[in-house]
């Protein structure tokens, strides 16, 4: 569909996030507390944030959950049953105000759950989901979009995206059709665009990921794994926090008789990922472990999926607690 | 921290050991751990305010041992992981060097683990004085209030066990949750299941944390989860009169059994 | 089938044979008549066998495409869901995922020599493959089974080399570790690389199939090397950690290869060009 562009005012944006209130649910970023940026289901407007950079956990909750139910059983012998989980109860959500590099990863999630054969939950929350994103006006040393293909203000992912203005108003671009339906719906809150200029931050191109991606092709016995991954702890927050991983573990969990099955977040960083019952584990240490998260974002993804791994957020970097920096490693892979 | 960089040199130019552990500035300005194998690249440790992180933790990881002896920065906290670390017969005390550093900043002369006791008793073991204020706040709480902050918090917690992994004390290969024969903490992270694992934890340091504050800092959600295994270092201490990591022979408090051991609770 | 990827059919356990102290082989059968007209499967494949509230584990198919109705499964127990599994009865229920993975090519072996050389507990993939190609015999040329053991007991499929032994259109070759014979022991004493060696077999217009414990797999390969295997014809299944069987829990690769999409079976050429991440 081709992109339409529109003006729309602060005081409509507030009339149209209250509108859309009124029957969805509303997935916004709001400052915490602790002054952490963090999503949360229907805050009030005022709370909400336009001037976020990241928050601390990405929005892929709402399209994976950290915990997704899979079925329920009966454990009971000949009689044992199995009952499914009713799909149409997942409620229409509204992501709101998610920067670019957030709503290209549902792009990444999409190559790996509708990829051969389709996790119809997954598919079923996209489905469900409106996403209004929101380009950057600010960035800082973490940011790295403009490595992996896409800017501060890329519309990949988004239904609508929103770019704020000098005066302090937005211009929307209706991308799809689940946008389209949303101005069809309030025409009145949107007015045709102005002359007025667009704030959008500038994020400095710190490497190529196609050169990346070319040298991985033969970087797999290089010294460089050993060097760069000493300090990893290996822990699973890189993996956790990256809007774009989406490793699994599978389940089961009873009370009595009655139990269910549910796939939660896993980390190829953990010791234990790839651990054999019989003791040999492919990946014992933690640099063939580091090496399979880059080689897996920037050579196996692209290679099989034509799809990147990474989008460039810089939460895995500012959420490490050893200064992993991928963006920096990246760098250094490439001239190697 | 020229005479940091100097010794380190040295002990490596005379193969007195094979690596040097210590911190480095990463190109945005935080320092991380470095690993010195070559004697030219000793220039880049550095020692400030920025130089918090726990380096004991690399003590029990393969890829560090394999190296051979190591050197090892010690500010007061990793001293004492390391006493811990020796005491639980994890590492053996002809294997490292103990580069120490005082509390101005200064590098000591750590000869030995006699020298390196000396210098943690002569210190204050209590918790750090930033977290004594919160920690005395909690405590005012009343049971109901206590519950109510740890389950608000212990929501945000997303089971990546940065806190475990960031911790010297946990060094288990296989760590309780990680058994499944039977699976004593479910792996999924709801509130109830992230407390039983922090309750865990913290029950699993109690007598043994020395209160560096790693496992709140590496949280990557903000948890202060360090202020549960303190409040535990302040109740062992009240009970026990001891701090951990005073001695390479001490053993864990709660796993020791001494006949003059109060049994005022029981009897 | 409903369109929830990881949700299991329901088996009935019909059939339950204790092949040694710790191995067992079930048989399972379909709870819903409708699944068990629908479901097929090939040579090569696996699934996710499950006991209810305890976990899934992975294992082949070990009967054969060839027979319907019932699958069958050899497992030893190692973990929690196997103990698990090897407490149920019969009756008992299981859930079985599948069938997963790529297929042994038997349509590109027809006309040839078949050389099958299994170990100890590796003998079940490969059962599903030997009596797929027994029931169609007459597509293929010479079948040879090599079989060994770390001793008597731990032999697996007992009645069936039995069975295997007395055709006259296959050959068998059982063999045990040196010390693991019984008095009356009849068939050879060794290694398996050793006794391969020993067989001699011809590699012209053959295909090997080799599934064991890495250890074997690393010395028997330069024996078929020596006996002029090229590494296009020689086969073998890599196992891998598994959860969820169809590419996309990111547990079970090696290099940019899935084990559960593009294997479990590859040939030894494939292998050569994967990273040793296995």
Request: with cysteine.
């Amino acid at each position: 569909m081709e992109t339409t562009r529109k003006l729309i005012r602060k005081q409509s944006l507030e009339k149209l996030y209250k509108l859309l209130l009124e029957s969805r649910k509303i997935y916004a970023p709001v400052i915490a507390a602790d002054k952490q940026v963090e999503y949360k289901y229907n805050p009030s407007f005022s709370d909400v944030t336009f001037d976020h950079i990241r928050s601390t956990l990405s929005v892929k909750n709402i399209v994976f959950p950290k915990v997704e139910n899979l079925f329920s059983y009966v454990n009971a012998k000949t009689e044992s049953t199995i009952t499914d989980i009713d799909l149409n109860k997942i409620p229409e959500v509204v992501l709101w105000g998610a920067h670019p590099c957030d709503n290209a990863a549902f792009d990444t999630l999409r190559s790996i759950f509708c990829w051969d054969i389709n996790d119809e939950f997954f598919s079923k929350r996209m489905e469900k989901l409106l996403v209004i994103g929101l380009s950057c006006h600010l960035s800082d040393e973490y940011c790295f979009c403009t490595s992996v293909g896409l800017y501060p203000n890329s519309s990949k992912g988004s239904d609508i995206l929103l770019t704020r203005l000098q005066n302090g108003d937005f211009k929307a671009d209706i991308l799809t059709e689940k946008g389209n339906n949303v101005l069809l719906s309030s025409p009145e809150l949107f007015e045709p665009v102005t002359e007025e200029k667009v704030l959008i931050t500038e994020v400095m191109q710190k490497f190529s990921h196609e050169q990346v991606t070319i040298k991985l092709k033969t970087a797999f016995e290089h010294p460089f794994w050993v060097a760069n991954s000493l300090r990893c702890i290996g822990c699973g927050a890189c993996a956790y926090v990256c809007p774009a991983c989406a490793c699994f573990d599978i389940q089961d969990e009873s009370r009595g008789k009655n139990g269910k099955r549910y796939r939660s977040w896993d980390s190829c960083g953990f010791g234990l990922f790839t651990l054999h019952t019989s003791g040999h584990n492919p990946r014992e240490v933690q640099s063939q472990r580091w090496r399979q998260r880059i080689m897996h974002k920037f050579s196996y993804m692209p290679d099989r999926n034509e799809s990147l791994g990474c989008v460039g957020c810089g939460r895995c970097s500012s959420g490490c607690p050893v200064d992993m920096n991928i963006a920096e490693q990246l760098e250094a892979l490439q001239n190697i | 921290m020229n005479n940091l960089i100097t010794r380190a040199k040295e002990l490596l130019e005379n193969n007195n050991v094979q690596v040097v552990v210590g911190y480095e500035a990463g190109p945005t300005g935080l320092a991380r751990p470095a690993f010195i194998t070559n004697p030219e690249k000793a220039e880049k440790l550095i020692y400030d305010d920025r130089c918090v992180q726990n380096l004991a933790v690399y003590l029990t990881k393969k890829e560090v041992k394999k190296f051979g002896k190591i050197a090892i920065i010690a500010t007061l906290p990793v001293m004492r992981s390391i006493m811990m670390l020796i005491s639980e017969q994890q590492i053996t005390a002809e294997n490292i060097v103990v580069l120490g550093i005082s509390s101005e900043g200064n590098l000591l002369d750590i000869a030995n683990m006699q020298v390196m006791q000396g210098f943690i008793e002569k210190s204050d073991l209590s918790n750090p004085a930033k977290y004594k204020d919160l920690l005395a706040e909690l405590r005012k709480l009343t049971p109901e209030e206590k519950f109510a902050y740890w389950q608000k918090e212990l929501s945000k917690c997303i089971k990546c066990y940065a806190c475990r992994q960031a911790c010297p004390m946990c060094y288990c290969t296989r760590c309780t949750v990680e058994v499944n024969q039977p699976q004593w903490i479910p792996v999924q992270a709801n509130t109830y299941g992230s407390m039983e694992w922090h309750i865990l934890r913290a029950m699993h340091l109690a007598g043994r944390c020395i209160s560096c504050g790693e496992c709140g800092r590496a949280c990557p959600v903000g948890i202060p989860c360090h202020l549960l295994t303190m409040q535990l270092v302040d109740q062992v201490h009240n009970y026990f009169k001891v701090y951990a990591g005073t001695s390479d022979k001490m053993s864990s408090v709660l796993s020791t059994f001494e006949p003059n051991d109060k049994e005022s609770f029981i009897i | 089938m409903s369109d929830n990827i990881y949700k299991p059919y329901l088996m009935e356990v019909e059939n339950i044979i204790e092949e040694t102290p710790d191995v067992r082989t079930f048989r399972l059968k379909f709870k819903n008549a409708a699944d068990a007209e629908n479901f097929s499967f090939k040579a090569g494949q696996f699934g996710e066998y499950s006991v209810l509230g305890e976990g899934e584990s992975t294992f082949c198919v070990a009967s054969s495409p060839t027979r319907r109705g019932y699958i069958e499964c050899t497992f030893r127990k190692a973990g929690r869901v196997t103990n698990a599994l090897a407490n149920l009865e019969t009756g008992d229920t299981v859930g079985f995922r599948g069938p997963y993975g790529n297929t042994f090519p038997i349509e590109q072996w027809e006309g040839k020599n078949l050389l099958y050389i299994a170990g100890g507990i590796a003998l079940p993939p490969m059962r599903c493959l030997i009596w797929n190609t027994i029931d169609l015999r007459d597509k293929y040329k010479d079948i040879t089974i090599v079989y060994g053991a770390r001793s008597v007991s731990d032999l697996v499929y007992k009645h069936e080399l039995k069975e295997w032994e007395k055709r006259p259109d296959i050959r068998l070759i059982t063999t045990v570790d040196p010390g693991g014979q019984t008095p009356d022991w009849k068939g050879e004493i060794g290694f398996v690389p050793m006794v391969l060696e020993k067989l001699a077999p011809t590699s012209n217009n053959t295909v090997a199939i080799l599934c064991g414990p890495p250890v074997m797999i690393k010395f028997t390969m330069p024996v078929l090397k020596k006996l002029g295997f090229q590494d296009k014809d020689i086969y073998t299944t890599l196992e891998n950690r598994m959860k969820c069987g169809f590419g996309k829990c990111g547990r079970c690769n090696v290099g940019k290869v899935f084990v559960c999409k593009d294997g479990p079976v590859f040939s030894y050429e494939q292998i050569l060009s994967l990273p040793e991440e296995y």
